[in-house]
């Protein structure tokens, strides 16, 4: 859907190095997440948010860190990447408690070497 | 938390014969368990879903069973076609924590 985007899509990182991935939804939904997406895994839950300035952990929320600063803009920042971190990860909303449909955004592939 | 177990992890079937996909959760206060369909390359995105309330749902060729009494919730696809092939995600969610766990996924070949 084009109301929710990342960014990068791909991008190649060494170990140790700082990583922001960004998510920029134009609908204006309370609640945001982040997955990652491994073979054999599914979508696992990192963290997610109600609201801006609210978060939550997830399923597999140590090694990132998030801010929910505004709305529609929910950055997930991998701090010293490590290579278990090499994932895709995907960003999405959903509208609030009563609006369960999850939309997903594009989808980054991140590679640590 | 909620644990949602999806079985099984690859299906194959042939075009027109129909596809079962099977999930279990653990957390007895979910109400909400949508299903999800990634094809290769792409995001997933809802294909239906349904709700504590409901024991049934259909649209078209595929239909929802839920059992909240045993915890599990099954996908049903009738009369398969070459485009059904993907991976397809099963997952539950409660009010209580807002959170939407996924099933690990099941990926479904439609053999000619």
């Known amino acids: 859907d084009a109301g929710i985007t990342q960014s990068p899509r791909y991008k190649i990182t060494e170990t140790g190095r700082q990583v922001t991935l960004m998510c920029h939804q134009t609908?204006?939904?309370?609640?945001m997440f982040w997955y990652r997406q491994d073979l054999g895994h599914g979508l696992r839950l990192i963290y997610y948010?109600?609201?801006?300035?609210?978060?939550d952990k997830g399923e597999v929320p140590d090694g990132y860190v998030v801010s929910r600063s505004k709305t529609e803009n929910f950055p997930l920042t991998l701090e010293s990447a490590t290579r278990s971190q090499t994932s895709v990860y995907f960003c999405?909303?959903?509208?609030?408690?009563?609006?369960?449909?999850?939309?997903f955004g594009p989808g980054t592939r991140l590679t640590v070497l | 938390g909620e644990n949602v177990e999806q079985h099984p992890s690859t299906l194959s079937v042939q075009e027109g014969d129909s596809a079962v996909i099977k999930c279990t959760y653990s957390?007895?206060?979910?109400?909400?368990f949508p299903w999800y369909k990634q094809e290769l390359g792409k995001r997933p995105q809802l294909i239906i879903d349904?709700?504590?309330?409901?024991g049934e749902k259909k649209d078209q060729r595929i239909a929802v069973t839920l059992n909240k009494t045993a915890k599990h919730f099954s996908l049903h696809i009738t009369e398969t076609q070459p485009e059904d092939s993907a991976v397809y995600f099963c997952?539950?969610?409660?009010?209580?924590?807002?959170?939407?766990?996924f099933g690990k996924g099941t990926r479904l070949h439609i053999l000619p």
């Open positions: 999405a909303t959903v509208a609030g408690p009563s609006y369960n449909e999850q939309f």
């Open positions: 609908w204006s939904h309370s609640y």
């Open positions: 948010s109600a609201a801006a300035d609210i978060t």
């Open positions: 957390d007895s206060a979910s109400n909400y």
């Open positions: 349904i709700r504590s309330n409901v």
């Open positions: 997952a539950a969610s409660s009010h209580r924590d807002d959170k939407i766990i």
